[in-house]
Structures are given as structure tokens and as C-alpha cells.
């Protein structure tokens, strides 16, 4: 069954990315109830993805278990093909458009807007769960997972007003949220987090290690300069 | 905070409205070595850094956010925060264009080399080692060219080879190698600071040894009287 829980809860990180919690209740047959989550985004993070089940009736603890997770991303080479065939459809679409209504103009570069922006993070993930119920029954489940994308990210800017003295000031803090992302939230709780996801530099210096011995010994020094330092993530309280 | 995101937009949410207390730090950080000691005329540079003390609770705010200074309604400076301290939030470091620091020599006392030999990595060689301790004297001047007055702190810190004698006027604080100077320069007019140095210059040279200088003078004239 296709399901699609609503975003509650969306924490970004200032470095990009961010976790997204959702939420949606479930009516459960007897025997296993197998369900597929929609618009997770391909940026998704299989290995973080998490379901945690709330029990309406608690009596259901005993009655009601999660059986199993499913998890993958898209084939990245099929996908980018498929961005690629979008990107230049959009192009023709643009390109050969002579008369459309002012309505329909809008409608159109919105959608060749949209795809020349897409990415293989703007791809759909899977991630469908089964649950085992001796039962029938209702349940919350909460899903939560990681978003690796760095198109989504927040950052403060202030303004300070100085006073005629020079000495007082007042100050004026304001959140933006860049979501460049081909994912919309609507009305969801925001929090904000100052972290960095792990970056992959490390992975790329071992690509290239078969070349000369001069640029090993070069990268060797370099990847001892970044070695990893620990990063534990600050909620900022609002 | 409840709110949307729209896909392939920004949006841009109020946080904190609060009253601050500014304070403005600069700095003129003054260190040589043998060779700087000596020079004619050295420019240096004055880093500002404007400190927000915020009055309610802490905010933490990430490194590089920009911050933009109005006064009378106007911008007047863009730049950056680099650290907040539980109610401190402390600007990026910049150069303040509008303050200027010319160091000048203006006297140089030689004194007397002595000498020491080392051994050179040639048994015939040594290493004749020169050392003598110069007396310096340097100017530094500082001009204010705001329109109010400014506090500064001069912070010199004296190396192995170029310490620290006197100074007119006399540090504020002194703590080892680190020598302060707190100086408030009304707008528009100079300060200054002069610094009594010794500088300890040390000039290698490697030489054939004497004993064998003269063996190889006598090779040299034998060869001639053939």
C-alpha cells in the first residue's frame, strides 16, 4: 500500500542537508501489512532510516511488531539519463514555444525550470516497511531519516543598529532557509542544527592513489592534515 | 517554529530582537626578527573586531553568518561573525583602513662582534661565528583619521633574537615575551610609542683554518719557484 506521511518535523543543518520526520496512522489487517512510502527523496541516507511505532491501544505492544525495512536508491546512471532525456526536452520545449497564453507560459517554464534544476537527489528513494499484526489494529508510525543534500540548508544574518553613542546597539537575528531541493514542506515544524555532513575527501584521495610516487607521498601528507576532527551537532535554541 | 519551504525557494524567518552593548577592539600586533629590526620604515596594520554583548539568552550563531552595521539608518559596514561566546558575538577580524601605523628607525647602536669558531664539516675548515648585540631604537606612530576617538591596544612581542630594553611610554602590561600598550588617539591627531630594542646578529663564515692556510700558501709558492 502506498502511503504518504506528513513531514512533521524538518531539522536542518547549516552545512546542508538535514533530518526529516514524519508522521501518519495506520489501520492494520491481520497478518503482514506491507507498505511504500512516498516522495522520499533519493538523497535519503538507507543506512539512518529509521520506524519507530507508537501504540494507540497500548495492549498492541504484543500484537503489533515491525517485521522488516526496504531500503534502496536509484540507479544513478539510469537516473541521470532520465534527468539528461527531461533537461533537453525542456530545452526543445523552450526553444520551439511561440504562442502560449500567459497562463500556460508560466505553467510550462515553471516545469522546464524545475527540470533543469533536477538532480539524482530529486530522484524517488524506496523505503517500504512491513508490519506483522496478529490482529487488526491501528498504529502511529514515525519515520525518520537523514537527508544528504546539500541544495537544503539554513544561515543567519543580523542586522545591528548603532546607536547615537557608539557604545549601544540593537540587534536583529533572522533565519534563511535556501531549499534549492526539488522537495516542498508544507507547515512543518522547523529546527535548525549547526553541522556538517561528513564529507567524502578521503574516498577520493584512495581513486587516485595509483598514479606517480611524488603526488602519493603528496596526498599521503594531505590526508594526514585532514584527519578527522570531532563534530557533534548544536541545536540552536529558538 | 512551524513554517514552509517551498521547493527552490528561501525564506527567511525572524529569530531574536534584542539590545547589545558594541565594543570595539583594535589591535596592532608589532613582532621582528635580524633582518625586519634594521628596516628603514615598516607599515603595519590595525585589525578591528566590534564585539556584540547581547542582553537575554545565548544565541548561537554559526561562523561566517553575515552582519551588517547600520548607523543613522544607513549601512555603513558588511562583515562577518567569527566566534560567539555565550552572549558575546565577536566579528572576522579586519584591517582598519582609517588607522595607519608607520614604524621608522631611528637609531642603531652596533656593538662590538665577538668571535667563536664551530667545526665545519671540512677538517681544514671551521666556521667563524660573529655575534654582536645591536641597540635599536624605533618609532612607531599611529594616526587616527576617524572622527572619534579610538582605544588600541599595541602588542609587542619580543623573539630569541630581538628582545625588549625600555619603552617610552612604559607598557601597560607586560607579560612575557608580550609587551601591551593601551592607547586612546583622539580623531585626527597621532600617538606613539618608542621602542628601545636589542637585536642579536649573528654572521657565519665559513674559513680555511690558519695551520692550514699556510701549507697551502707554501704549495702555492713552491709551485711558483718551478
Known sequence: MLIDPKVNKLIIFNGGGGIVERQIKLSLNQGLNKFEIANVPASFDPNSADIQLEFINPGDKDSITLQQTIVSLPDRNTSQQIIDREKSAATSIISYAIDFTRELREKVSNICEASSYRTFADMKGVFDFIISASKVGEIIVKIIYFIADLRIKWQTTLQVDIKNDGKNAQIEGFLVVDNQTGFSYENVELGFAIFELPSTDMEIQYDNFGEAEEEMAQQAISSLSKQKRTQRMRNLML | ?226
Not at chain 2, 560567539?84 to 647602536?109: A, F, P, Q, R, Y
Open chain 2, 1 to 226: 517554529m512551524k513554517a514552509n519551504v517551498p521547493t527552490r525557494k528561501k525564506i527567511k524567518l525572524n529569530w531574536f530582537k534584542s539590545n547589545c552593548a558594541l565594543n570595539i577592539e583594535r589591535k596592532i600586533a608589532i613582532e621582528y626578527n635580524t633582518n625586519s629590526v634594521t628596516y628603514n620604515k615598516i607599515t603595519w596594520d590595525v585589525l578591528v573586531q566590534y564585539v556584540l554583548t547581547k542582553e537575554g539568552d545565548p544565541k548561537e550563531i554559526p561562523a561566517n553568518s553575515p552582519m551588517t552595521l547600520y548607523k543613522g539608518g544607513l549601512p555603513f559596514l558588511f562583515l562577518s561573525t567569527s566566534v560567539t561566546i555565550g552572549n558575546k558575538i565577536i566579528s572576522e577580524e579586519l584591517i582598519d583602513s582609517d588607522i595607519t601605523v608607520d614604524d621608522d628607525i631611528i637609531n642603531v647602536d652596533e656593538g662590538e662582534d665577538k668571535v667563536t669558531y664551530e667545526d665545519a664539516r671540512d677538517p681544514k675548515e671551521h666556521i667563524e661565528v660573529r655575534t654582536r648585540l645591536d641597540k635599536i631604537t624605533r618609532k612607531i606612530t599611529i594616526e587616527n583619521k576617524l572622527d572619534n576617538e579610538i582605544d588600541l591596544e599595541l602588542n609587542f612581542k619580543q623573539t630569541k633574537d630581538v628582545s625588549f630594553i625600555k619603552s617610552q611610554p612604559e607598557p601597560s602590561k607586560v607579560e612575557e615575551p608580550n609587551y601591551n600598550y593601551n592607547i586612546k588617539i583622539p580623531s585626527e591627531q597621532k600617538g606613539s610609542v618608542i621602542l628601545d630594542l636589542q637585536a642579536k646578529i649573528v654572521k657565519r663564515v665559513t674559513r680555511i683554518k690558519p695551520e692550514y692556510l699556510k701549507l697551502e700558501e707554501n704549495r702555492i709558492n713552491r709551485f711558483k719557484d718551478k
